[in-house]
């Protein structure tokens, strides 16, 4: 089963960049659809950013589409976080799909400060 583990949340300001990484481990990472997704205390998850397993396609939520960044290596999926808005405050997860099951990572936090 793979694991994922995320890391490079921290406090930011409004403007600055910040990029989370995901580690996988337990699983080749091309089997995988990876992405991210985000949470808020009171709101459900919401997508954020994918990409395909052999990388060729990349999808955006509107809200961060021109801003962030999805890209990947051998084993670890980055997030690129451009011109951070306050918005963008909250917990990040690493997502995995194998066309069967969904596989989350703990969450990292963000914080976007004016």
């Known amino acids: 089963q793979v694991q994922l583990e995320e890391s490079g949340g921290k406090l930011a300001q409004a403007g600055g960049s910040l990029r989370l990484s995901c580690a996988i481990s337990?699983?080749?990472?091309?089997?995988?659809?990876m992405g991210w997704f985000r949470q808020v205390p009171g709101k459900e998850r919401e997508f954020v950013a994918a990409?395909?397993?052999?990388?060729?396609s990349t999808y955006y939520a509107a809200s961060v589409k021109g801003r962030f960044t999805i890209s990947k290596t051998e084993n670890t999926v980055y997030l690129q976080m451009n011109a951070l808005k306050p918005e963008d405050t909250g917990d990040y997860y690493c997502?995995?799909?194998?066309?069967?099951?969904?596989?989350w990572g703990q969450g990292t936090h963000v914080t976007v400060s004016l």
């Open positions: 997502w995995a799909w194998d066309n069967r099951s969904n596989y």
């Open positions: 337990g699983r080749t990472i091309n089997g995988y659809t």
């Open positions: 990409i395909r397993r052999n990388g060729a």
